[in-house]
Nanobody, 115 residues
């Protein structure tokens, strides 16, 4: 069974940093496009950043220059380093794996940016 487990969320002050991790079990990680998305109440889930198996990345304009996505293909883990956090970054962050006909989501981790 394929599973994605996120960790690293929490409460941080504006300007602070957090690093999210997502560990993939099963065979999905290899060759999958891994991504981070976020969602706030009443809004659609939005793309934050994605990374291919070869390391090509795409980052949303709203977080460009502040967030970095990376992956460790040995540890089956994808990371999201978030710097210079703003209150508007507050959301539930979800990990995603896309591979062939499989589209798998993690359970989400809450990130709250508040003073």
């Amino acid at each position: 069974q394929v599973q994605l487990v996120e960790s690293g969320g929490g409460l941080v002050k504006p300007g602070g940093s957090l690093k999210l991790s997502c560990v993939a079990s099963g065979a999905i990680f290899r060759l999958a496009v891994m991504g981070w998305y976020r969602q706030t109440p009443g809004k659609q889930r939005e793309l934050v950043a994605v990374i291919t198996d070869y390391g090509t990345t795409n980052v949303a304009d709203s977080v460009k220059g502040r967030f970095t996505i990376s992956r460790d293909n040995v540890k089956n883990t994808v990371y999201l380093q978030m710097n210079s956090l703003k209150p508007e970054d507050t959301a539930v962050y979800y990990c995603n794996a896309l591979k062939g006909g499989q589209n798998v989501w993690g359970q989400g981790t809450q990130v709250t940016v508040s003073s």
